[in-house]
């Protein structure tokens, strides 16, 4: 149901190509710093989730991500990924093979600072997401599209 997923994409069918986005679970996020509730939390695995209950729907954390990643349903309450308890539906349901879910201590450092310093401080959820995809593009290694490159 991709309506219900947290997983978005940034199409960029000129180019070729689409950007994935996805919560960072950021070390120290920024969003459960705002949360005026502490709605937001780590669990024991060092996933940030939304305590839905205890959320008052006023938007901080929306505001804070700096990767907008957290959204608001219409009555108000927050959500975000939260990797499916550790266990993302989105890659078991890719027959492609094109997400893979890797455990933040396996990913490297080098490419967690790299993925981290793309902040985006204004915007909706969607201006940022599409700002930080744009990034990731232009930094991306990408194949030339050519004459022979098809065949």
């Known amino acids: ?9 940034n199409n960029f069918s000129l180019q070729g190509y689409s950007v994935p ?17 502490e709605a937001i939390f780590k669990n024991e695995r060092g996933i940030v989730a939304i305590n839905a209950p205890k959320c ?16 608001q349903y219409g ?3 927050a959500f975000k990924c939260d990797l499916c308890g550790g266990n993302p539906v989105c890659v078991s349901e890719c027959h492609f093979g094109a997400l893979v879910f890797k455990e933040a201590d396996k990913i490297s450092r080098k490419q967690r600072v790299i993925q981290m310093k793309q902040r985006i401080s204004e915007g909706t ?14 930094s991306a290694v990408r194949v030339p599209r050519t004459a022979g490159y098809l065949g």
Not at 21 to 37: G, K, V, Y
């Open 75 to 77: 009555s108000g309450k």
């Open 1 to 9: 149901m991709p309506s219900k997923a947290r997983l978005k994409i």
């Open 125 to 138: 959820p969607e201006e940022k997401r599409y700002q930080l995809a744009l990034k990731i593009l232009e």
């Open 21 to 37: 986005s996805i919560c960072f679970q950021c070390p120290n996020p920024d969003c459960l710093e705002a949360c005026p509730e």
């Open 56 to 71: 008052n729907g006023c938007g901080d954390c929306v505001a804070a991500c700096p990767y907008g990643m957290i959204e």
